[in-house]
RNA sequence: GCCCUCAUCGUCUAGGGGCCUAGGACGCCGCUCUUUCACAGCGGUAGCACGGGUUCGAAUCCCGUUGGGGGCACCA
């Protein structure tokens, strides 16, 4: 199994997915999973989007066998390290006669190409230099120009079994000469991965559907690969997955606002979460059963159950199967993801002080059930953590519940919490149901809305009574003076 | 234009010829619980793209149509 992703921009959700059912198939089967950097194109690639890439399976948790920073016998993982050998391939090739050189310039190729089209034909290569003499190749170097090496197709039809989608048969013809090494004499991927496919060992290949149409090349290169003796003489399998498209039924692409890993993290989903919706887009656990760990998720991946049609990523769902993963976490292990978001909202110091920790280890359960994503916490808790200095009230909350009438509920709040002698849930509870539920006679959602604004900051906020007593008596009366004031 | 590919509620899916008056989940709408928001529970809404076959019987198999998606680079 190989997952080879290329660093270019910020790493998106497809990548996720496709990354996801390579990890499970490897995992499943007992098979290795290999990472490997497809960076052969300098214009493209960077160093910050490599780092940013690693980063990204990191954060997910999808560990490999053989790759980056754990090594292999197969290395080095990153392409921009493998010059030498693709040279050496291209080279055979060549001498071999099943690639050939070919010096048409680029506006060349373009006029042939629009005239192709509006012929109605296909718009690949038309082979026009594939059987060039050596006469006309040296007039072509005479006049200065620069070949590119391109793959002489088989004249057959190339027929394979999608893993997915089961037998896919392109016809002879349909598929051109293509590419494998530049004018400039770098590689292009339609030669590096099936060179390193091949040298590493690889034995089955599962991609975006975008890529299904490249597969008769690939394969075709395989065989020739096969042929020459290079690499371990095995042509992988292939299986296609369905796109996932963004909400316009469009290809998700890394610049929708969705589409970028970074947008989860930041938001507050957990990686599982993210990875469990991820598998539902085209896998099914079987039966009704939607949630699932990475484990049984590996256990129970069978490939011929992939579903072949293209799944629209639904954002909802997402925070909705996120929402029940964090149910799902223990609180201790809650409090623990919840601090770097804290932390980056600058409520606690990461790690957090003994006082933070036990706050933040109290308040947790309040906010266990309430949210889907864990920015939410921050919004919820913000109150608790936040400096008295620094406190502030929503002014739109202000303005629809502390009006008159709420203001004499937050003081008369006040006066029956300062009297109270045990300041824990229970009491402050009852306090307040005698003090504005049975003393002023107002209905509960009235009688405490004000008391949550002024506590909290906000009319949506955790159990008001529990957050009085995490806040401390001495804070809480002073919440509640400070709108008297 | 050419090639490839896909087709079950709005979305993700279960469904392998009779267990299907099509199940689940998200969403949406009600209700219950309730100090807000949630959670949880209950109920509801909504779908086999169309047309031909095959068969005693098709969501399921075949063909076609229509529609969607992808590809057609000296990107990956």
Not at 73 to 82: A, E, I, N, V
Not at 333 to 354: E, F, I, K
Not at 427 to 432: D, R
Not at 468 to 480: P, V
Request: with cysteine.
């Amino acid at each position: 199994m190989r997952f080879c992703p290329s660093p270019t921009g910020n790493p998106h959700v497809g990548l996720a997915r496709t990354a996801l059912f390579n990890w499970a198939h490897a995992r499943h089967t007992g098979g290795t999973f290999v990472f490997r950097v497809e960076d052969t194109d300098a214009a493209r690639d960077s160093e910050e989007s490599y780092q940013g890439l690693l980063d990204a399976l990191r954060w997910l948790g999808l560990d490999w066998d053989e790759g980056p920073e754990v090594g292999g016998d197969h290395g080095p993982y990153r392409q921009s390290l493998r010059m030498d050998i693709y040279a050496d391939a291209a080279q055979q090739l060549l001498d071999a006669g099943r690639a050939y050189l070919a010096y048409d310039s680029p506006e060349e190729l373009e006029e042939r190409r629009v005239a192709a089209r509006a012929a109605g034909g296909a718009s690949g290569y038309d082979g026009l230099h594939r059987d060039l003499t050596d006469e006309q190749r040296a007039a072509y170097e005479a006049e200065g120009r620069q070949a590119v090496v391109r793959f002489r197709m088989p004249d057959e039809a190339i027929t394979f079994h999608d893993l997915v989608r089961g037998e896919v048969t392109f016809e002879a013809g349909q598929v051109s000469d293509f590419v494998i090494r530049r004018a400039n004499g770098q590689p292009l991927y339609t030669l590096t991965n099936p060179v390193d496919d091949a040298t590493m060992g690889i034995t089955h290949v599962l991609r975006g559907e975008d890529l299904l149409s490249s597969t008769p090349r690939q394969i075709a290169l395989h065989r020739a690969l096969v042929d020459l003796g290079i690499g371990e003489g095995v042509v992988p399998q292939f299986g296609h997955l369905p796109l996932v498209t963004g909400s316009g039924n469009r290809k998700l692409s890394k610049r929708d606002a969705g589409g970028s890993l970074t947008y989860y993290r930041e938001a507050g989903f957990l990686p599982e979460g993210l990875l469990n919706y991820l598998a539902l887009l085209g896998w099914s656990f079987g039966g009704d059963q939607e949630l699932f760990t990475l484990d049984e998720m590996a256990a129970a991946f069978e490939i011929s159950r992939v579903n072949p049609n293209p799944a629209q990523f639904d954002l909802k769902k997402c925070e909705a199967i996120n929402g029940l993963k964090i149910r799902g976490l223990d609180v201790d292990d809650l409090a623990r993801r919840l601090v770097p978001y804290l932390a980056s909202a600058g409520l606690v110091s990461d790690p957090p002080t003994p006082e933070q920790q036990q706050l933040l280890t109290a308040a947790t359960p309040l906010v266990h059930e309430r949210i889907a994503v864990l920015t939410e916490a921050v919004d919820l808790l913000g109150f608790l953590f936040v400096d008295d200095a620094a406190f502030t009230v929503d002014p739109d909350d202000a303005a629809k519940v502390l009006d008159e009438a709420g203001l004499g509920v937050v003081s008369a709040a006040r006066d029956a919490l300062a009297a109270l002698g045990t300041w824990d849930t229970a009491s402050i509870e009852a306090a307040l149901r005698a003090a504005l539920v049975e003393g002023l006679g107002l209905k509960p959602r009235n009688a405490f809305g004000p008391v949550r604004v002024a506590v909290s900051g906000r009319r949506v906020s955790p159990p008001l009574f529990e957050s009085l007593e995490l806040l401390g008596r001495e804070r809480g009366l002073a919440r509640l003076s400070a709108p008297l004031a």
